[in-house]
């Protein structure tokens, strides 16, 4: 059982910058390949970025390369998002997830935190 919990949300200034961040609890988390998704009002849940467990492998939707980084540190069973250059368009509730494979299909992961607001303003 994974436990994910983000922080790091909030209100910020198109062009301006937030890193997201997401704790597990478990002492598997080294294990587990790790994605962010988002939802925006009135639109499913999209994929924007994994990682896989040892970080050697990342992925980015690409409505988000070159502007967000997906990081993690296992040592404190963390794993982050860097926004930057933001957009009105990324405003959405920010989820992360842990999964056993490197995909970025919403369905493929186990366990979601409870997601948390980024809200660009022009």
């Given at each position: 059982q994974v436990k994910l919990i983000e922080?790091?949300?909030?209100?910020?200034?198109?062009?301006?910058?937030?890193?997201?961040s997401c704790a597990a609890s478990g002492r598997t988390f080294g294990t587990y390949c790790m994605g962010w998704f988002r939802q925006a009002p009135g639109k499913e849940r999209e994929y924007v970025a994994a990682i896989s467990?040892?970080?050697?492998?990342?992925?980015?939707?690409?409505?988000?390369?070159?502007?967000f980084t997906i990081s993690r540190d296992n040592a404190k069973n963390t794993v982050y998002l860097q926004m930057n250059a933001l957009k009105r368009e990324d405003t959405a509730v920010y989820y992360c997830a842990a999964g056993p494979q490197f995909?970025?299909?919403?369905?493929?992961?186990?366990?979601?935190?409870?997601?948390?607001?980024?809200?660009v303003s022009s």
């Open positions: 922080s790091g949300g909030g209100l910020v200034q198109a062009g301006g910058s937030l890193r997201l467990w040892s970080a050697i492998s990342t992925d980015y939707a690409d409505s988000v390369k070159g502007r995909v970025t299909r919403a369905r493929h992961y186990d366990y979601w935190g409870q997601g948390t607001q980024v809200t």
